[in-house]
């Protein structure tokens, strides 16, 4: 018991090198989701079509948001890492589905409408 409570005050415990992969996912899944929303926001407002004929990135046809999320993911080091997963398949969640549109456009219109 005394070893427990020495590693809880040192923060030395057992799961300390997960929790901190934990919160390094959630910080990055959050990041992603802020410039996500942000961009679905800002074509939603000026009524500009968010997708195209071809739903796959780095394809000719995909139109307004997934070209404009390849652009940011040049400059930004955030969607950059994003991208980069998914071209390695580190991660099978990318959140730049057409479904994803849709249900952020519902909730941006929900909480308009409730204000």
Partial sequence: MSELRVRLST???????????????????KEVLIRIIALVKCLAEYDVPLRGSNKKLYTKSNWNFLGIMQMIAEFDPVMKEHFR?????????????HK????????LASEIKSE
């Fill in 11 to 29: 923060n030395q415990t057992i799961d300390k090198e997960l929790q901190e992969l934990i919160k390094k996912d959630t910080t990055h899944w």
């Fill in 100 to 107: 994803i549109h849709s249900e952020l456009i519902e909730m």
């Fill in 85 to 97: 997963k998914i071209k390695d398949k580190d991660t099978h969640c990318h959140y730049l589905s």
